[in-house]
């Protein structure tokens, strides 16, 4: 593991890491933001953050104004990349395919399966690099935008009890029913939509067993709100099983990081309730 | 004048600019961020933000977590290009010298002068524009970061009563005794070195009418500190005219726009105060 970048910040550090991702065969990036107290080796919670197409770490740690919420509550923030990289791993032409677009899955079907294993990677191999690196409690939060809070929900809802707190900004909360989620998850998956299932936020919440809150935010304004993100079927969902959400449309926001800037103090509060039980 | 962006906010609008220079011959643009306040038509305030080398509209808007502070506040925030641009205007290979290193002054050597007039594009033509094209007030404020740190600084000190306050980030204070100000200055200004005092805040404090208070801060962890921005030669000109100068040193900041949202807000606070005359 080799840190490449640090920078001081709100008195604490926001660093980038380089790391070879056994589960993912390739070397990998993250931006990590330790708070002043994690410099003094005191343990910290971790919120980690999936960004969405395109994005790699570097995309919420310039532009999301994450660092001054983290350090005001001292949370780690750890921002991963969006999926394995390199020349030995498959790809496609396309920005919503392959590199860049991991949908946070593992999958199954060639040239794919063979690096694309981000759930895995996500949920075991990084959590169990950064708690044997860097002084974290064991409490643990998790969040992201667009294809990224797909796969923040996704890890929390299959994975019950290893997340306290959720949330989503523009979230892809029902990809087998989208355009980006079909084209991603046949490739990936292969035609058996039934196995999309276990990928798919507004079907594994049918049948969650935690009933962790979900606090989804969403721009009125969003390009993609009718077409690829849809909260409407998420929120049919969570109501037909009385599963909490809290779902914000804000009138006039779009898609960008000017939308999640804007209301980032709030998913760090929801965070910090989930962490502390309130 | 042409909306090229625009994006909700903060209860605001990040909104970014085309237009035509009469002062540069050329397309500008410019980002600004008009507060909830300004949207109802309200009369606002006017922050300039003036940015370093390399940089065009874009890195401010998106890197400084700016719009939080500037909603607060009830500001609007404007952050122009760094130079003049286009296939018609002289450049040079490199990153210092030509576009995207306009350095805010008024050049008078060829093949420079024909565009090269940020400082009449910056002091005149775009504050003429803003306030006949957005609901301002004649308030000013003036602030940037390291070539435009510089700019902020002696364009505020050329201009007694056009700003009502003035800050900077790791600015170039004595550009006629660092590098990148000799090439510079010695390209655009020519030999004659007695023209340069003109455009460097460190000569021009020494004679400064109006005792506007500067506040600067500075890494000491930034890699050009010692050879590009050396402020104690402003702090000692400063010391001889009695001129109010608050300098604040930062163990451990680097260069970067993380050390800049680091200490923004005490930058909104300055010149809150300074537009309120506490």
Request: aromatic share 12%; charged share 15%; net charge negative.
């Amino acid at each position: 593991m080799e840190r490449i970048e640090q920078h001081a910040s709100f008195g604490g550090r926001q660093e980038v890491w380089k790391h070879v991702s056994a589960t993912l065969g390739c070397d990998m990036r993250f931006g990590i933001y330790l708070p002043e107290a994690a410099l003094r080796g005191q343990h910290c919670p971790v919120l980690y953050w999936l960004s969405g197409l395109t994005c790699t770490e570097q995309n919420f740690i310039t532009k999301a104004g994450a660092q001054a919420h983290a350090a005001r509550h001292g949370f780690i923030v750890v921002a991963p990349d969006t999926s394995p990289r390199g020349a030995q791993v498959a790809d496609d032409a396309a920005y919503d395919l392959g590199q860049g677009a991991g949908f946070y899955l593992n999958a199954v079907q060639a040239p794919w399966a063979a690096h694309y294993r981000m759930h895995d990677y996500i949920a075991e191999e990084l959590p169990a690099l950064i708690e044997a690196s860097f002084p974290t409690t064991d409490v643990r939060g998790i969040f992201g935008h667009s294809m990224g809070g797909h796969g923040a929900l996704v890890t929390a809802l299959r994975c019950p009890g290893r997340y306290r707190s959720v949330s989503a900004f523009s979230p892809i909360v029902a990809p087998s029913q989208v355009p980006w989620g079909e084209k991603a998850f046949s490739a990936y998956l292969g035609a058996d939509t039934a196995a999309w299932r276990q990928w798919d936020a507004t079907a594994l919440v049918a049948t969650a067993q935690e009933r962790l809150p979900l606090l989804v935010d969403q721009g009125a304004g969003d390009e993609f709100l009718g077409t690829q993100l849809r909260p409407e079927l998420l929120k049919a969902a969570c109501e037909r099983t009385a599963h909490p959400l809290e779902l914000r449309i804000h009138p006039g926001y779009d898609h960008s990081y000017y939308f999640i800037a804007s209301f980032l103090a709030d998913h760090f509060a929801h965070h910090a309730a989930g962490f502390t039980g309130r």
